[in-house]
């Protein structure tokens, strides 16, 4: 078994990131077009216990990549707190957010927090908005009709700005710059959206621009109050209170943040990784499959590639032994690829039941707007089946710099219309 003391990939004297740097947090290895990381993922899934990747003379996680070990750990709140934070970029770093953002906190605060936001995106509203959904995403499509180049990953990033945009009231000017910072705070490696001053510097400014803008936001809708989001997060109540205008702006880039790191990337995949070989044209061929088709495309795209946790207490995942305080890393991708609960698991089944795949996590921060991510890509889908074939590469696809989200920044296609 590999530790903190064992796993020979200490920093080299004056170099702030060890060689280890290259394993599963370096955000490189998931720009590649080889996808070395499912290896990576694959290998560490035939261990018989969990292993150790050190960052740097201080920082350091486990990573967790069996299906059963991810679902216990995203679902024992107790043992593994989300309030230090869940992401790899600040690893070592007390989260400002934690207690304040819902995805930062933990139960029962976080079960109060998340109730009414909850109820507002149950299937039955979003199904109620689903000929708005069905507007934006023709918007968003339509012009892959003209038969020329058309870059498939910018509309998919487009797509849940626009529908968490409507959602959330939020002026139609402002969605592609939203877009853009999103992405920059998911992906701030990327040399797309890296500032001068590196990766740091770049999460910074796009934190500062999208506070600022949601603090000006927060101020207009409180004076007026409708049935958007933003207004259901300002009249929430939690200990006795409603939020805060610091706790309703992390919450508002948090609800939309969610959008952006879900939605786009199972399309994405799709349209690199089975172009060519049929799959599409069988799923065009029986619509009636689209629901278990979405499901899937989720499960092998896996778009959110991991979410972090600090134990608590002193514990055991895998016969290894976890020390209160260390960070534990549950990679989704590598959970929804394993063998143990997935037949075939490599093979992208149109028909696949059971599918209880973890893209979307699970446990007490299962992703509160799945049904909305669901509803648009069943309608996205259907849509996109129905009106186009013949789904040519038409450039090289390009993948984000980023070890949170498992995707693609450009995808040139082309296609006919039917």
Same mark, same amino acid.
């Not at 070592?92 to 995106?121: C, F, N, S, W, Y």
């Not at 495309?297 to 032994?321: C, I, K, N, W």
């Given at each position: ?144 009709? %003209? #038969?020329?180049?058309?870059?498939? @990953? ?5 797509? &849940?700005? =626009? $529908? ?112 060519? %070989? #049929?799959?599409?044209?069988?799923? @065009? ?5 689209? &629901?278990? =088709? $979405? ?119 082309? @296609?006919?219309?039917?």
């Amino acid at each position: 078994m590999q530790g903190p003391s064992s796993t020979g990939e200490q920093a080299a004297p004056g170099c702030p990131v060890s060689t280890a740097a290259r394993g599963l947090a370096d955000p490189m290895l998931y720009a590649d077009l080889d996808f070395r990381f499912r290896e990576k993922w694959a290998d560490l899934r035939n261990h018989d216990h969990l292993d150790w990747e050190q960052i740097d003379e201080r920082n350091g996680f486990w990573s967790v990549v069996k299906y059963h070990d991810v679902d216990r750990v995203l679902r024992d709140a107790q043992t593994f707190t989300s309030e230090r934070g869940t992401l790899l970029n600040i690893l070592g770093v007390e989260d400002p957010a934690g207690g304040r953002q819902i995805a930062a906190t933990d139960p029962p605060r976080h079960t109060i927090m998340r109730a009414r936001l909850q109820k507002a995106l149950a299937i039955k509203s979003i199904e109620a908005q689903q000929d708005l959904i069905r507007d934006l995403v023709l918007e968003v499509i339509s012009p892959l009709a %003209d #038969g020329g180049p058309f870059d498939f @990953a910018q509309a998919m990033l487009a797509l &849940p700005v =626009a $529908v968490g945009g409507e959602s959330m009231g939020l002026p139609r000017a402002d969605w592609p710059w939203l877009g853009r910072l999103l992405n920059a705070s998911i992906a701030a490696e990327d040399p797309e959206y890296r500032v001068p001053g590196g990766a740091q510097a770049t999460l910074d400014q796009a934190h500062r621009e999208l506070f600022a803008y949601f603090q000006d936001i927060y101020k207009e809708r409180r004076r007026n109050l409708g049935n958007d989001l933003i207004s259901i997060l300002i009249t929430t109540e939690v200990d006795g209170r409603t939020m805060s205008p610091g706790e309703v702006m992390s919450n508002c880039y948090s609800v939309l943040l969610g959008a952006v790191v879900t939605t786009p990337h199972s399309p994405n995949y799709m349209m690199t990784e089975h172009i060519g %070989d #049929g799959l599409l044209d069988r799923w @065009a061929a029986d619509l009636s499959v689209t &629901p278990t =088709a $979405v499901e899937e495309g989720l499960r092998l795209g896996s778009p959110v590639s991991h979410f972090m946790r600090y134990a608590v207490q002193d514990t055991e995942v895998r016969g290894t032994r976890i020390k209160a305080g260390q960070a534990v890393v549950s990679w989704l991708g590598a959970a929804n690829r394993d063998p143990e609960v997935f037949p075939d698991a490599e093979t992208f089944d149109l028909r696949r039941k059971p599918n209880k795949h973890l893209a979307f996590g699970i446990g007490p921060h299962y992703c509160v707007g799945h049904t909305v991510a669901r509803v648009t890509l069943r309608i996205l889908f259907n849509q996109l089946l129905s009106r186009f074939t013949a789904f040519e590469p038409a450039g090289e696809p390009v993948r984000l710099h980023s070890n949170f989200i498992s995707g693609f920044k450009h995808l040139p296609i082309t @296609a006919k219309t039917l």
